[in-house]
């Protein structure tokens, strides 16, 4: 049995399928990941150092124009084979959810339902004192201001906007981390795609399914933090990897 065919079968055995992916599902639609050495996000910026409150209070331009860069580059991205895929797969097994890390919609356009955003939407801004709630969201579109002066502010409070992100050093959105930490508990099954394993707290995730008696597998083209808990590694990239775990499925009817 080939290890495509393992991982159908695992999926097919399982009563709860939970999926975890990163950067690396939308590296084919387009959008490098942040690992990447060449086009890396890392490489020209150091996003510890810059998707940061401290670094947003220090320089907000800098942030902003940062952020803006990488909504320009996720622009004219649409979702791959691996997006679609995984939609698929939530077709096929209704209770399947997905967690992402990634801050674009490509999950959300590909026809995923209740995906579990950890990190947040890039695409959105809110005020960076949450003035009317947090979050206060902050539709910059209905703004006027000197976009070469940096972020606009707040139209309520005055105070700068910023991107609708989960910045290192902030908590995941409470809500959205509940839904995950439910998850976790019931999953007997969880595939970890395209990431690195090495931003927390998602990457203690699989470990915990693993813990309870779960089955781990991933998939990447490379080795990662998930690697050595994966029961099963399928190498390759996910948009060529998933879609032939969807024809291994048919294949089973
Ligand atoms: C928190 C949004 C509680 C913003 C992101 C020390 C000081 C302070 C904090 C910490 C610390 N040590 C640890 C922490 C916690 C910190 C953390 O983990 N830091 C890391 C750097 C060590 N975490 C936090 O701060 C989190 N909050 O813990 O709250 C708290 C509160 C206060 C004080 C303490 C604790 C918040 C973390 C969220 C950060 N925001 N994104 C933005 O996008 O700008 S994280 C961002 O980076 C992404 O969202 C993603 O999560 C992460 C990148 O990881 P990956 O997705 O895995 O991507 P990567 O490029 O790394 O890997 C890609 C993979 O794909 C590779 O393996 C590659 O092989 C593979 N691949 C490539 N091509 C393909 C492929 N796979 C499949 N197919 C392909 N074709």
Known sequence: MTA????????????????????????????????????G???????????TRQAFKADPKLVWDFYEYRRELMRPA??????YALAELQERFPTL?????????????????????????????????????????????????DKSSGPPRCPYCGQPVRPDVVWF???????????????????????????????????????????RGGVVIEVNPDSSMITRIAELKLDGASGVILPQVVTALANKN
């Open 41 to 51: 996000l890392w490489s020209q910026f150091d996003p510890t150092q810059l998707a």
């Open 97 to 145: 959810r997905i967690i992402t890390q990634n801050v674009d919609d490509l999950h959300e356009r590909a026809g995923s339902t209740n995906v579990i955003r950890l990190h947040g939407n890039i695409a959105k801004n809110k005020c960076f004192a949450n003035c009317q709630g947090n979050p206060t969201p902050v539709d910059v579109s209905q703004l006027a201001w």
């Open 169 to 211: 050093g902030e908590t995941l959105p409470l809500d959205q981390l509940e839904q995950a930490k439910e998850l976790l508990e019931i999953s007997d099954v969880m595939l970890v795609v395209g990431t690195s394993g090495l931003v927390s707290p998602s990457a203690e995730m699989p470990e915990i399914v693993r813990s």
């Open 4 to 39: 495509i065919q393992k991982a159908a079968k695992y999926l097919l055995e399982a009563s709860q399928i939970t999926v975890l992916t990163g950067a690396g599902v939308s590296k084919e639609s387009g959008i490098p990941t942040f690992r990447d050495a060449l086009d």
């Open 78 to 83: 649409e979702p791959n084979a691996g997006h």
